[in-house]
């Protein structure tokens, strides 16, 4: 039995063991305590939304409006990324909470919108648009208030910005390698140009007019805009019938698309008779149109839903867990599901939500988990990424047909080309 000195003694170490304890970062089961590591006061030093448990986002898409067609799977890809990116714990402790606004595929609503996101709810970052044209209404907001906006869409390039990060790929990566497919698997030497009339068509039609006749020595035999929601293109397909081409190079957009496809296939012009290639037409857009209106027909792109990896096998099943088991996955849909997880390691290579400090630690970002393969973010705020061309299929997947070897160098500001 112990003296009375050895109790007190053990009573004394266990108090002093106790008090250093006390004066530890708190530890969990995953290490030491985000609270303590990474206090508010320290990561948001600009009076962003965020508490000791919470970071709140926003999204501005088009939920309603011609646009909706296609932003929809945008919309559902990024809140699939946040609720897994919640359900491992969130980013540097926090939840993100996620302020969802309408830019109803009206330029200035976008605008409005992306003001009252960064302005009045002071958020992290935004995940939207869709169109160039809803970019460049944005832009200029973003930049005057040094907001952070995650880009998903496929564009014209000829731009760069502190403070967007373009998850979807530039001309170069997308236009340049698709026409030099199809002039050297398909014989393309004369193009008949397709796009709704607006800044994203217009600006890569003349991209791919230049490539085409100053690059590749072909021709341009036709060049047609249509406003945004047209649906009568009878005039259209009697100009591309005189005008004979080897391919229908095509960026028309939205709602649009349905239209378009089932007026060519009743016009006669189908895949057995006519080489389509078209930039804009992803599985999001073939719920509308019809997979049988659409077979046969290519379309240019980094990421289809039927691509075999790992990582896009389980991203498929996520996304149908959560949205139903018939819910479809475009090229858009997967690049906006990049979004939050670029900004995750971001601000977690930061060790802060502060813009200046996440944007300073975007380049050399690598996602290995991306469900197209493995994307990284280059000085220029684009992605390396590969390309590839599918064929439309009946079942409305496409079955892909070609790839580039290699990742491509995004160049927004390509020689010869502006």
């Known amino acids: 039995m112990s003296s009375k000195s050895d109790q007190n003694k053990i009573s004394l170490d266990r108090r002093r ?26 990561v948001n030093t600009t009076g962003l939304a965020i508490t000791d448990t919470e ?41 993100i909470k996620v302020i969802k606004e309408d ?22 970052t935004v995940f939207g648009c869709w169109t160039s044209a809803s970019r460049k209404a944005v832009l200029p907001i973003f930049e005057k208030e040094n907001g952070l906006l995650y880009y998903p869409t496929f564009y014209e ?78 005039s259209l397909i009697n100009k591309i019938k005189i005008a004979k081409p080897d391919c229908i190079f095509c960026a028309v957009v939205g709602g649009s698309n349905v239209a378009f496809y089932k007026q060519l296939k009743a016009a006669g012009i189908t895949a057995s008779k006519q080489f389509l ?49 018939k819910a479809v996955i475009g090229d858009v849909t997967q690049a906006a599901y990049l979004g939050p997880w670029l900004w995750k390691a971001a601000v977690e290579k930061a060790g802060s939500f502060d813009v200046d400090m996440v944007v300073a630690a975007s380049p050399g970002i690598e996602l290995k988990t991306a469900p197209e393969g493995y994307v990284k973010v280059h000085e220029n705020h684009h992605l390396w990424s590969k390309t ?13 047909v070609a790839e580039s070897p290699e990742l491509i160098e995004p160049n927004p500001f390509p020689k010869g080309y502006q």
Not at 103 to 124: C, H, I, M, Q, Y
Not at 288 to 305: D, R, V
């Open 17 to 42: 063991l106790l008090q250093g304890l006390a004066a530890l970062p708190l530890v969990s089961m995953s290490g030491l305590s985000f609270g303590q590591q990474f206090p508010t006061a320290k």
């Open 55 to 95: 970071v709140t986002v926003g999204q501005l898409h088009s939920g309603t409006g011609t646009m909706a067609i296609s932003e929809t799977g945008s919309i559902q890809a990024e809140q699939l990324a946040i609720d897994e990116i919640n359900a491992m714990g969130g980013i540097l402790g926090r939840k």
């Open 103 to 124: 830019g109803a595929s009206d330029w200035p609503t976008f605008a409005e919108k992306s003001r009252k996101l960064l302005v009045n709810d002071k958020v992290a």
């Open 157 to 234: 390039g000829l731009e760069q910005s502190k403070n967007v990060i373009y998850t979807g790929q530039e001309a170069t990566q997308q236009i340049i390698w698709g026409l030099d497919w199809a002039q050297k698997e398909k014989s393309a030497k004369k193009f008949f140009l397709v796009g709704s009339d607006y800044i994203w068509p217009r600006t890569s039609m003349k991209i791919a007019r230049k490539h085409i006749e100053n690059f590749q020595k072909g021709s341009v035999v036709g060049e047609e805009y249509y406003p945004l929601g047209n649906t009568n293109f009878n």
């Open 277 to 325: 290639l078209t930039l804009s037409v992803t599985e999001d857009e073939m719920l509308g149109i019809g997979g049988e209106n659409f077979e046969g027909f290519y379309a240019s792109m980094k990421y289809f839903q039927s691509l075999e990896n790992e990582n896009n096998k389980k991203f498929v099943a996520a996304f149908r867990a959560k949205y139903g088991p």
């Open 388 to 400: 590839r061309i599918g064929m439309g299929q009946a079942d409305g997947q496409f079955k892909v």
